[in-house]
C-alpha cells in the first residue's frame, strides 16, 4: 500500500502507513517500557502501571505529525479513540515531533512538489531582521517586454516573435512608462489570428474596386484556393505571427493542361493578387490596436520598490500569484515571478543573497549581501 501511495501520479493514501507504523514504534516502545518496570512508577506513593498502549497512541499521533508537519494529528487519535486521558503527553510528543522535524527537513508533501518540479515556494523564516533589509528592487527583473499605448498590430507580431512570457505589461508612453494593465500571451494571438484571418482578407479581396476588372484583374478564387483558418487550439499556441504571403494561399496546379497564353494570364494574375494580398497585411499590421478591443487586466497585482521580501513572500504565498508588477508611484520599473521570489528567499535563508540591481554602483557590479541563515536546509540528497 505504501509504495503504490509513493508512486502515484498525485500521491494519496501516504497519511494511514505513517500513522500505523508511528502506532508499532510507540507499542515497541511501550512493551520495552513495560519489561523493565513491570511494577510500574511510584508518584508521591500512587503506583502508576505502564500502559503500552498509550505510548502508541503517543507514537502515532508524533510520527505522522513529524512526517506532515501538522498538530492536528493529536486531535485526530483523540477523535478516532475517544480517549482524553492521554491528552497531555500526546501533545507535547507532537510538538517536540514537530519541531525536531522542521529544523531538519521538508515534510512529505513539500518534498513531494520538489521531485514532481512542481511549483513550489519554500518557507521563510519568520522573526529574523535580515530578510527586512532585502527589498524587491534587489530582486525584480528590469528587462521589461510591455507595450505601449496605441500600438500597433506588428508591434504585437514583433513582440510575441521576440519573447515567451505569457502575460505582458501595457503603459501609457516610453517616456513616462504608467502601467495600464496587463494582457495575456494568448489574447494578443487571438487578436493577431483575427485580425491576419483568410475571412478578412477575401471580403477586402470581394469588395476591390472594379477598376481592376477592367485593367485585366479576375476574381482570385478562379485561381488560388485561401488557406483554411486555423483552429483556436493554433491561435492560442502563438503561431499568429507566422501569418505571410507565401503561408496563406495555395495555388491549384492546373497549368499543364492550360496553353501558353493563359498560362502566362495566369502567372500574371498570380503575382497581382499576391501583391493586392501583401499590401492588405502591410494595411492591416499597421492599424492602431483599440485597447477596447482586448480582453485585459486593468488592475494587475503591483508592489513597491521598498516592499520587503517578507511582505512581497506572504502576497504570493497567501494569494497564490505568479507575477507582480514592481512600480515606483505607479511607473513600471521591473517585474517579479515566481522564479524571482523562490531565488531571493533561497538565497536570504542560506546566506548568499546576490542583488540584481546597485543603485549606488557605477561599474554595474553586483551586490553581495553575506547575510547570516535564517534556517539550516538540509543537503539535496536527504530531502528527496
Same mark, same amino acid.
Given at each position: 500500500m505504501l509504495l503504490f501511495a509513493n508512486t502515484m501520479i498525485i500521491p494519496a493514501g501516504y497519511f494511514l502507513p505513517v500513522f500505523v507504523y508511528g502506532a508499532g514504534l510507540g507499542r515497541l516502545y511501550g512493551e520495552i517500557i513495560a519489561k523493565i518496570f513491570p511494577n510500574g512508577f511510584i508518584s508521591e506513593g500512587i503506583p502508576i502501571r505502564i500502559t503500552p498502549a498509550g505510548y502508541a497512541l503517543a507514537g502515532a499521533a508524533a510520527y505522522s505529525g513529524a512526517v506532515t508537519h501538522t498538530l492536528s494529528t493529536a486531535l485526530l487519535v483523540f477523535e478516532l479513540t475517544g480517549q482524553m486521558s492521554h491528552i497531555l503527553p500526546v501533545l507535547i510528543a507532537v510538538l517536540v515531533a514537530n519541531a525536531i522535524s522542521q529544523s531538519c527537513q521538508n515534510s512529505f508533501f513539500d518534498i513531494i512538489v520538489i521531485v514532481k518540479k512542481l511549483p513550489y515556494l519554500p518557507k521563510l523564516a519568520m522573526g529574523k531582521n535580515c530578510a527586512h533589509d532585502v527589498c524587491a528592487e534587489d530582486f525584480m527583473v528590469t528587462d521589461l517586454h510591455y507595450l505601449v499605448k496605441g500600438f500597433k498590430c506588428k508591434d504585437v507580431r514583433t513582440l510575441l516573435k521576440s519573447s515567451e512570457l505569457k502575460q505582458f505589461p501595457i503603459v501609457d508612453a516610453e517616456d513616462s512608462r504608467i502601467l495600464l494593465g496587463s494582457v495575456s500571451r494568448k489574447t494578443l494571438s487571438r487578436f493577431l489570428s483575427d485580425q491576419l484571418s483568410s475571412e478578412r482578407r477575401m471580403q477586402y479581396m470581394m469588395n476591390l474596386p472594379a477598376t481592376n476588372t477592367d485593367r485585366g484583374w479576375t476574381s482570385p478564387g478562379d485561381h488560388a484556393t485561401p488557406k483554411p483558418p486555423r483552429t483556436a487550439e493554433e491561435s492560442e499556441n502563438g503561431d499568429a505571427m507566422d501569418y505571410s504571403t507565401q503561408d496563406t494561399l495555395t495555388y491549384e496546379s492546373e497549368e499543364v493542361q492550360k496553353p501558353a497564353? %493563359?498560362?502566362? %494570364?495566369?502567372?500574371?494574375? %498570380?503575382?497581382?493578387?499576391?501583391? +493586392?494580398v501583401e499590401e492588405w497585411e502591410c494595411r492591416q499590421l499597421n492599424q492602431v490596436v483599440p485597447l477596447? *478591443? +482586448?480582453?485585459? *487586466?486593468?488592475a494587475p497585482y503591483r508592489l513597491m520598490e521598498k516592499q520587503t521580501l517578507y511582505q512581497c513572500y506572504d502576497l504570493f504565498n497567501l494569494l497564490g500569484l505568479r507575477l507582480a508588477y514592481v512600480t515606483n508611484t505607479g511607473r513600471l520599473v521591473g517585474v517579479v515571478s515566481l522564479r524571482e521570489l523562490k531565488e531571493a528567499v533561497h538565497g536570504t535563508v542560506r546566506g548568499t543573497f546576490t542583488s540584481r540591481i546597485t543603485p549606488n554602483s557605477e561599474d554595474g557590479v553586483q551586490e553581495s549581501y553575506n547575510l547570516p541563515p535564517l534556517i539550516h536546509l538540509p543537503p539535496e540528497s536527504s530531502s528527496r
Open positions: 497564353g %493563359r498560362k502566362k %494570364r495566369s502567372s500574371k494574375f %498570380r503575382h497581382q493578387y499576391l501583391r +493586392l477596447e *478591443d +482586448l480582453t485585459m *487586466d486593468p
